[in-house]
């Protein structure tokens, strides 16, 4: 049996739940013509590689090229089917698990080629050693990387849980390097990045990921909150949090809805043999606190599972904007040479039936391109209570909310060297700083940064200008351009960059940013989400609703009937 072969048996096996049913004499046909599409396929890409090690004019790097045709292959079916070869693991364990070993810090590189330490992780070993954000990394145990990349970087900083390292580093502002000796730890990133009281008496637990501490971590969050405050409701926020494992999902679930109820259900290729009923099987933590889930775009797979379930079943008020919709669902399975293929293998349905699907990739296999599910064809569907859901290619929030629109220069000064380098040089000056909740900048420190940002004539991508010029264009190729020349020239004039302006138009959102980026120098990631998440729009939303029993039981209720139209005389 081929290796092809025996893989193809794998990934079949691992579905065989109910016997094979007798096929169409189409299907055994197409059968066959798959199977010698495998033998065929194999034999000429080995004699490919075969003649091109022999006869192509440099020599070449088999693996390597084996490798781009492998990813090139998988790519073609979705984004989620990928291939993780042996050098690959760190990857693959912290997707499943959040962990790996290293120093806890996050790392980044500079133009220049230098890499510095951009945000050491609260209670790794990093921070735990004095590393600060701004710090030059020179070397890593005796090998230089004063000009290097963040990848290189990163590899060396790994390594066994326990394994000493020495890091030559250049703190700014000094003029001697600093050598700093340490040991690496296994490094488990939570996926609870906070968590605590908000309003008066709402928990808050805000969820990043779906690694197989997920459950673990919202059961610890949720308890400790429940034992310390008498909590009137809480707020689950899966904002941003792009999924990760099915079971952590449904574990999360099993919190606040009773054992036995079903979840989610997974279909395969052959849905007699491949689908899988996934229930709750424990007892629940708490099936009466008044539930909200927040979610937007960018909240995705087992995200969609939890938020999707509870709103099917009549548990949580989902809130916020409409989700990613993926109704995906990967497997990993092992190859040879420690390799291993993470492969889509079903979709998912919740309890109401839809799936959330928003792409079909089948068109794209078919050379078409992929195709987004029109909201004319969705679906109705109803919850427990009867409330009408869709398979809208997401999961819509009961009550949709729209967060603030943040200016294109708010996000060139998160990735801004010149923006990183005066929160450094304030963190210099300034020993200690107020509470994450009474912090705030001075006249003196905004006039500051923008007299910086100025003199270095901070450059950031205006759109309106871009759309300006996209407009005159068209008029020019529409034959316009001749009667709105004076207006298009008094618009140029209008939208001529200006950075001072800007800097006092959008000044709200630019101290919001520079807030939350001096108070995790001092209080790390939770110090910067203590003081955010009380004035998040959508958090608040959330409070008030949760805080209207009448108002939250109308949205979970029943609809009303609506009365018969009488015909008309």
């Avoid at 195709?371 to 427990?384: A, G, I, W």
């Avoid at 000064?413 to 200690?432: E, G, I, K, P, Q």
């Amino acid at each position: 049996m081929t290796y092809w072969t025996k893989l193809l048996s794998l990934a079949l096996g691992l579905f065989l739940l109910v016997p094979a049913s007798a096929q169409t004499k189409g299907k055994e046909e197409k059968k066959k013509d798959n199977k010698f599409g495998y033998v065929q396929a194999v034999d000429i890409f080995g004699s490919s590689l075969a003649l091109l090690d022999r006869h192509f004019v440099d020599s070449i790097d088999i693996k390597r090229l084996s490798r781009i045709a492998l990813d090139g292959m998988l790519e073609s079916l979705d984004p989620y089917t990928e291939y993780y070869s042996a050098e690959d693991t760190d990857k693959l364990r912290i997707l499943t698990t959040g962990a790996y070993g290293g120093i806890g810090s996050v790392i980044s590189q500079r133009p220049d080629s230098t890499v510095i330490i951009n945000d050491p992780m609260e209670g790794m070993p990093a921070a735990v050693a004095g590393l600060r954000a701004g710090d030059i990394i020179l070397e890593v145990d005796g090998k230089d990387f004063r000009k290097s990349t963040s990848d290189q970087v990163s590899a060396a900083l790994k390594g066994t849980p326990g394994s000493k390292i020495t890091l030559l580093i250049q703190r700014p502002g000094e003029t001697k390097p600093r050598r700093v000796e340490f040991r690496r730890q296994k490094i488990q990133v939570s996926p609870v990045s906070y968590y605590g009281i908000v309003g008066k008496d709402m928990g808050y637990i805000a969820l990043t990921g779906f690694p197989n501490t997920a459950a673990a971590e919202v059961k610890k969050a949720f308890l400790e909150l429940k034992s310390k405050h008498p909590l009137r409701g809480l707020i689950l926020d899966l904002r941003d949090n792009g999924g990760g494992l099915i079971d952590e999902a449904i574990k999360i679930v099993n919190f606040f809805v009773p054992a036995g109820e079903e979840v989610v259900t997974t279909r395969g290729r052959n849905a007699r043999r491949q689908e899988v009923v996934y229930r709750t099987t424990e007892k629940p933590l708490d099936t009466q606190i008044p539930l909200a889930v927040l979610i937007n775009a960018q909240s995705a797979s087992a995200s969609e599972i939890v938020s999707g379930s509870l709103q099917d079943l009549d548990r949580a008020v989902v809130m916020g904007v409409k989700s990613y919709g993926k109704g995906l669902v990967q497997t990993t399975m092992q190859l040879p040479y420690d390799g291993t293929i993470k492969l889509t293998t079903a979709k998912y349905y919740i309890p109401s039936g839809r799936c959330i699907q928003r792409i079909d990739y089948q068109s794209m296999r078919e050379g078409k391109g992929a195709k987004v599910l029109p909201d004319s064809l969705t679906k109705v569907f109803h919850t427990r209570a009867g409330r009408e859901v869709r398979d809208a290619g997401g999961i819509l929030p009961d009550i949709t909310l729209t967060s603030d629109t943040l200016p294109t220069m708010v996000y060139y000064l998160r990735f801004n060297n010149d923006a990183f380098d005066w929160v450094t040089d304030y963190v210099r000056s300034h020993r200690s700083i107020a509470s994450p909740r009474d912090f705030r900048l001075t006249e003196a420190d905004y006039a500051s940064f923008s007299e910086r940002l100025i003199e270095k004539k901070f450059d950031y991508d205006r759109q309106s200008g871009k759309e300006l010029q996209k407009l005159e264009d068209l008029a020019k190729f529409e034959g316009y351009y001749s009667k709105s020349r004076e207006a298009f020239e008094t618009l140029k004039k209008i939208l001529v960059p200006d950075l001072k302006h800007d800097l006092q138009a959008h000044r709200p959102f630019i101290e919001e940013y520079l807030t939350g980026a001096i108070l995790t120098r001092y209080y790390y990631n939770r110090g910067a989400l203590e003081r955010r998440v009380p004035e998040d729009k959508m958090v608040r939303a959330a409070i008030e609703l949760l805080g209207d029993p009448v108002r939250y039981a109308k949205t979970l209720s029943t609809p009303e009937a609506k009365p018969a139209s009488s015909p008309s005389k």
